[in-house]
């Protein structure tokens, strides 16, 4: 045999061995990038799936425990123990929530860019811990005093400065923890999971609910049984129960470490970013050919590890710009050079800031919802607080009427996925998948008005049967509690649309390389919609205060109107959801191609999110 055949045939047995150890690795190892704590390919049979899974969803369950033990009544302990007026309550309230989402974004970009996920709900998660053992500290040896002070009829004295910005710092740490753990502790779920397998695939879809279910299930116990202590003067058992519930999840997710899969970080985004806009200012006056032909498009390695190559689009023109190949940008023989990254990008990264920019009109349409959805931590329970909360001797407390809300959420959870998710995939045949995030998060809008509508009818009917005219606080009304019922089951109805499919939405369409950014998209939406709930109150106050009259929002609600503030939310809400319906019809899905060192060049179209209505 020749040497020429010797060869040839070496040749043909390396690449049998190769297949066949591809062939191995397809079924041994994740498709999608993931990688085990060491770094290595990630063993599907070792690692992930739902073992990781459940046990992160405990962590969650655990978190939220702990987060809403402090969160469910901050606004009764703000009046009762820190003396502060009902609108001061709801502001400072709706400030510190909005706060804690707002360090979202900071939990986002430090996990995308340099932590990783894993080591961000780690950290995060500890500084949680730390905030809530500072909370229980400060309350039982500073604020609650005289002991046993707090309670629906005994206020605390006088606190000190010194006093109070230990507390403030306490909450602000206990923001900063959970902020920064929620977005990366989300999106580090659904990399338990192979979105190149089928079935893990589908798995993936089904974990954001089931995220959402037990961040629901996990307040529970907080808006019942801790709701109930805390409200009857227990602060202190509260807080140390919320600081336990803490130590436990942090504790759980540290012995899940063998099991996880991991992505590793892309690098800071922003010089990225900022490369397309000026790469595309640069070269504004250079001629684009129409089919694209001229565009640098990037070989199989991209600049983010384990990410796929997106598709080029037609929208936003003026960044393609960026990626158009000059003379300047390539040798004689046609190859490229180490081009500057600040003049010529490839279409990945050119599309990538394409897709938050087209990201950002449906993100500012959800704003209007979570100034909605906050009223729940706020206004309702002020709004029971002057209602009748006895039943049988039994005095209901007003912050554990958001059990409600929970009980909603895990039933329209299951009536959606098992129910009508399949019902409506059937009714349209060509979509398996039924409603679309895009449709999912219109039908949450359109919930929110009729749960406005519904509050503002049972505050027209509490004032009706409101009792007595207290210059400081308002009397219960003979109105029950028990009305407030099915404003809470419409706000839980809709969340089940909005948030649940805003999580699928954002991490679906964000790039590979920003899928925590993704999630705190929908946090950071929850968090304006804080600060917009907050500006509302005081522009209303402001303009509806008079020499004679207290304001819509006063301290006695008896001498307000609440009743016109929740009917102005219907309003809004109802304008947001012409302007959501108009920029769901405008928005495209992403496309993207198979992950950057594949030999399969088949493209991933990411959702079916044209919305059809």
Known sequence: MSSFEVSKM????????????????????????SVDRHGRPAIKAKSGGWQAGILLLVNQGLATLAFFGVGVNLVLFLTRVLQQKNADAANNVSKWTGTVYIFSLVGAFVSDSYWGRYRTC???????VLGLVLLSISSYIFLLKPPGCGGR???????????????YTSIYLIALGNGGYQPSIATFGADQFDEEDPKESHSKVAFFSYFYLALNLGSLFSNTILGYFE???RWALGFWASSGSAFVALVLFLCGTPRYRHFKPGGNPLPRFCQVIVAAVKKWRVEMSPDGKDLYVEGKECDVNGSRKIIHTQEFKFLDRAAVITSEDFSVEEQPLSHNPWRLCPVTQVEEVKCILRLLPIWLCTIIYSVVFTQMASLFVEQG??????????????????????ISVAV???????????????LRKNNARGLTELQRMGVGLIIAILAMVSAGIVELYRLKYSKGDCEDCGNPSSLSILWQIPQYVLIGASEVFMYVGQLEFFNGQTPDGLKSFGSALCMTSISLGNYVSSLLVTIVMEIT????????????????????????????TTVDFV??????????????????GDNDTDVDEIGGLHMNL
């Open 122 to 128: 780690a950290i995060f998660q500890l500084i949680f």
């Open 579 to 596: 302007v959501y319906v108009a920029c769901a019809k405008w928005y495209r899905c992403i496309k993207m191609e198979a992950r950057c």
């Open 231 to 233: 409200d009857g003067g």
């Open 412 to 426: 329209f959870i299951f009536v959606y996925r098992r129910i009508l998710n399949p019902l409506v995939g059937r």
């Open 153 to 167: 009829e005994s206020y605390c004295g006088p606190h000190s400065t010194l006093e109070i910005g230990i507390f």
């Open 10 to 33: 070496e040749k043909i047995t390396d690449f049998g061995v190769t297949r066949r150890r591809e062939k191995k690795g397809k079924e041994e190892y994740t498709q999608d990038g």
């Open 545 to 572: 205060t008079k020499d004679d009259r207290p304001g819509w929002i006063p301290g006695n609600l008896n001498k307000g109107h609440m009743d016109n503030f929740y009917f102005l939310l219907a309003a809004l």
């Open 385 to 406: 607080a002057a209602m009748d909360t006895t039943i049988s001797n039994f005095r209901i407390p007003p912050a554990s009427m958001s059990s409600f809300d929970i």
